[in-house]
């Protein structure tokens, strides 16, 4: 049943979606977002675990059929992977896309927010603040810990590019995984007028994001996160994604009882032993997620 209000956007949507061991977290990251679009195309690059079939607990509904292209296109190098997002610019005919990665939950204001953006102002781009759980779904980094950069609005720590118009001249995608971007013919993205959202999304990046014994650590990127540590404790009040509280197929995972394997449960002993020996523990509320 869709939650979508009935409102008519102007400016047209798609979602873009290249995943890899995501059983986790993907199946409330495209229940977040597939009725505030009007496309999603969704690339599967080789996933050992039940991502796939996940993903057909959502496309094998009627009612999304029409809305999603699905494919698996099967392992590529980290070389390869800016030409699987290429792809999915050239299947694009809408105004915008979204980039959503599996293991990015958003807020129903914070989609809602996008779409009237996007209709109200035109911008070039837009950027999205997020909220990084970190160890469990209990915890969370500072806003500052990230490294990203927002040239445009001279912002740094945990916001990244999220919407890009489909008429900056010849936008594509480069560079190698986990470190590719898009830009226009001549290399350039920063200098492209770009609006922040007030909402931030969730973003599970830090969290066990595959069931498999080795989904995370057989990905390159995934393994650097092992030993990342939270700084902040969630308020028990806190409001997570609505997504999150709904009914949800069986073979999705319950968000708050989720399992490491052996290797992460271990490196997490060691981060609390340091933490008790060496740090102050500091606990603050979110301020808020607007």
């Known amino acids: 049943m869709s939650n979508i209000d009935s409102v008519k956007y102007n400016k047209t949507?798609?979602?873009?979606m290249v995943v890899k061991n995501e059983d986790q977290w993907?199946?409330?990251s495209i229940m977040s977002v597939i009725d505030y679009v009007d496309k999603m195309l969704i690339f599967d690059t080789g996933s050992i675990d039940k991502t796939v079939e996940v993903i057909h607990t959502i496309i094998d509904k009627p009612e999304y059929r029409d809305k999603v292209y699905f494919e698996e296109v099967g392992a590529v190098s980290i070389e390869e992977f800016p030409k699987v997002r290429q792809r999915q610019l050239d299947m694009t005919d809408t105004d915008y896309i979204l980039l959503v990665d599996g293991d990015e939950i958003w807020w129903r204001d914070g989609i809602k927010e996008l779409r009237e953006v996007l209709d109200n102002k035109e911008p070039s781009r837009v950027n999205v603040k997020f909220i990084?759980?970190?160890?469990?779904m209990y915890h969370y980094r500072d806003f500052s810990r990230e490294l990203y950069y927002d040239a445009y609005n001279d912002i740094h720590g945990s916001i990244n590019g999220r919407v890009l118009s489909m008429s900056i001249q010849g936008l594509h995608c480069s560079g190698d995984y986990g470190v590719e971007g898009y830009s226009d013919f001549e290399g350039n993205i920063d200098a492209y007028d770009a609006a922040?959202?007030?909402?931030?999304?969730f973003h599970c990046t830090k969290l066990r994001r595959s069931s498999a014994s080795w989904?995370?650590?057989?990905?390159?990127?995934?393994?650097k996160k092992i030993f990342d540590d939270w700084d902040h404790k969630f308020p028990k009040d806190y409001k997570y994604p609505e997504i999150f509280y709904v009914n949800r197929p069986d073979i999705v995972p319950d968000p708050f009882k989720t399992k490491d394997n052996l290797?992460?449960?271990?490196?997490?002993r060691i981060i609390r032993l340091y933490r008790f020996c060496f740090k102050k523990k500091e606990y603050i509320k979110v301020k808020n997620r607007k």
């Open 196 to 201: 922040v959202l007030d909402h931030f999304y």
């Open 132 to 136: 990084c759980p970190c160890v469990d």
């Open 26 to 28: 993907i199946w409330f």
């Open 13 to 16: 949507l798609t979602a873009h």
């Open 215 to 223: 989904g995370d650590e057989s990905i390159s990127y995934r393994r």
């Open 263 to 268: 290797t992460k449960r271990i490196s997490k």
